[in-house]
């Protein structure tokens, strides 16, 4: 089993930034084997992907809608992985979740992801 806690959600003004972090954690968890995504599901909207980062941080993928704004990284020494957001924009309020994959390969889709965190809210205002 592998658990997943996201922090530093919050609220903040358009074109403000804010940074989540996603720390892992279970006796399983070698984040030398998991590829690490970041999800966010707007009220009445379905989940939808944010960025992903391979094992060793050295492969990442985002979405066109978060492209140049957002950035993921992680620390594996910290079992942490990042998603520092800037130039946040109203449409980007959401729950955050963070989720893991045992996998070698940079996925995007929810359905691919084993473990998932609670979620941290992120709300942006106008």
């Known amino acids: 089993q592998v658990q997943l806690v996201e922090t530093g959600g919050g609220l903040v003004q358009a074109g403000g930034s804010l940074r989540l972090s996603c720390a892992a954690s279970g006796r399983t968890f070698n984040p030398y084997a998991y590829t690490m995504g970041w999800f966010r599901q707007a009220p009445g909207k379905e989940r939808e992907f944010v960025a992903a980062i391979s094992w060793s941080g050295g492969s990442t993928l985002s979405s066109d809608s978060v492209k140049g704004r957002f950035t993921i990284s992680r620390d594996n020494a910290k079992n942490t992985v990042y998603l520092q957001m800037n130039s946040l924009k109203p449409e980007d309020t959401a729950v955050y979740y963070c989720?893991?994959?045992?996998?070698?390969?940079?996925?995007?889709?929810?359905?691919?992801?084993?473990?998932w965190g609670q979620g941290t809210q992120v709300t942006v205002s106008s």
């Open positions: 989720a893991t994959k045992h996998t070698t390969l940079v996925v995007t889709t929810t359905s691919e992801y084993d473990y």
